[in-house]
């Protein structure tokens, strides 16, 4: 797919006439006197604005969505808040946020979500005094979410459909996260049943070089390390994108020292090759490997845990997951 | 495919049903407060909309449903536009689940017309009953709901898009597959009857390529396979088809090709496939067998099309290769 789901939207004629619309009415309001709703389409404009801007930026999906999501609540907090002191006009803004919702949530929580919001608009208009408009908005709001509802049905439907034949991120060629946890149970019940290793590594940039990188240069970076992650580990080695920056690698048939040597490779490699802003990138990594009894859950927080601690203590470092917090291997300047 | 149209027309199905039965009690309540010309607007709508529900449960034909539809809604949004001279306030509520209705619907192209004819006629109606501001708020919502509803539509024609086109072809030639080739084949028969014309199926496989395999392994194979079916490709008329059978044999279809036609185009194929030099293997031939349909033997079915096909050519490989035979 050449672009993301948010950038269909932002891009689209309708989007850009909202927002040249929502200016329209802030002057319009403004010259009717009525600085309120004035006040509130300026907000949306904005909100709607910012969304044009910061879409276009991001190019990662996952974190276009966070962004998005926080405009959306905006959005819904500006219309109830309109509708509330008064400005009944404001009602007709209720209808785009449930399909906001549902486009920037996944179903589960965008249903909450609209639920709560349903509450409030019913509690906020019952304080309204115009029952002949009420009955007309409660019943269109209810088709309205019936509908949309049906909408998402249906891309749920083609999203199961897809889901296995896409399983890799575009850009860095990681497998998705929804099939980490899937893969990595796999994997455990295969060396339960084989009797061999297994070790995870998680593997983020330094912190020291986050700080140094606009998010747009991170973002590349990640494709760079994705790229490499996928010329260096071994066919069976599956490496998922997990937290955004955050790579997890799950390596089957290695032991915890293997994988420290592999990590300490992985960990060279990078700072020799990867490089932004012309200077040369760290990572540090941290490691788990499968103990009798353990589940996937507790090997990616294990190896996050020890992702945590390396960090902490300085970049460029491997880490051995130990529960003392103690044990430190091949640790420092690489 | 079937049963996709079928969930998604049954999923209108519903929708009509519901907004059918919303609308008549939205009628209902309209009644119990007094706003009595609301009421024979609701009611009508929710009668167009209950009776499309019905139509929608018996028509077989997802076009005709499709004409039913674009006709109802747009007649449900001038009915709306009608009412909102009027009651501006209350019937504006009403165009925005008809709006968000017809993107699911109906075709994107006709939702976006309906939708945004609609915004602009109703934008206007409004300032002429409620002023500018309201007007401008109004649109500025609905233009907002067309933004997300039309990207939906879109997200779900692309997936659906994608969905058929992996469904359809064959991974490694990017031909079509042998399960696209029975469904073509059906319909071509069928077609054939009907107007008279011959059409006309070749079959042809690369010779000796199990000792192509063989010598020059599996990765040589199948770039040879990939160029050879680039190469049948290019040949082929617009209108003709291109398959393969993820096992050796290719399949052209070629309707409206009598069989004198067909054995030039596959003397043609023979010819220029044995005249091209190809990577690592150097030179190839082809054995190629074809067969035609004609319309006054009846007792044709794909299985026996595609099997005559297969017969005339393992007579050409059992001839000697490189070489066109004629079955039926």
Known sequence: MPQSDHQLLIQSKPYFYSIVLS???????????????ALLSFILGLLLMLGKLKGAELQEPEKARTQFRWITLGLAATSLLGVYFGESTMKVWLYALPLLIFFFYEFKPAFSIIALLSLVTIVVLNGLNSPFENIQFIGSYILYIGISCSLVYLREIRRKQLKPLRRTDNLTKAATQEHLDEDLAKEVQRSEREGSDLAVMAMALDPSCISK??????????????KLLHNNLRVFD?????DQDE????????????????????????????????ESVTISVGIAGLNVGDDSK?????????????????????QLYREDKAGDKNGGEA | MKTD????????????????????????????????PLVYSASLIACMLIGLAAYARFATNPAQLNRAGVWVLSLCLVLITKDSFDYPIEVK???????????????????????????????????DAEGLVRALSFATSYTLLIALASTFAQLHQQRSRTLVELAIHEPMTRAYNYRYLEETLEKEICRADRTGKSLSLLALEIDYFPQVQDVHGTLVANDLLNQFSETLHSMIRAGDSEYYDSSRTFYLLLPCTPSEGVVVIAERIRRTIEESSWPVVDAITVSLGCTSYLTEARDCTVNSFINDANVALIEAQKNGHNRVCHHG
């Open chain 1, 23 to 37: 200016g329209g009415l802030c002057l319009a309001s403004l010259f009717a006197g009525s600085i309120l709703l």
């Open chain 1, 213 to 226: 990188l606009s998010q747009k240069q991170q973002a590349e970076v990640n494709i760079d390390i994705g």
């Open chain 1, 238 to 242: 599956s490496y998922y994108l997990w």
């Open chain 1, 247 to 278: 790579f997890l690698i799950v390596l089957p048939h290695t032991n915890s020292a293997q994988s420290i040597k592999i990590a300490n490779e992985l960990r060279i490699k990078v700072r020799k090759e990867i490089s932004a802003a012309e």
């Open chain 1, 298 to 318: 507790a090997l990616v927080k294990r190896a996050a845990d020890a992702l945590a601690q390396t960090v902490a203590k300085g970049s460029n470092r491997t």
């Open chain 2, 5 to 36: 149209d079928q969930l998604h027309s049954r999923v209108v199905a519903t929708l009509y049903l519901l907004s059918g039965v919303l609308m008549l009690l939205l009628s209902i309540q309209n009644y119990r407060y007094g706003l009595y």
């Open chain 2, 93 to 127: 509520h009403w165009a925005f689940p008809i709006g968000l209705l017809s993107f699911i619907a109906l075709k994107h192209r006709a939702a976006m017309i309906l939708t945004s004819v609609a915004a602009a006629t109703l934008t206007l109606a409004l300032i």
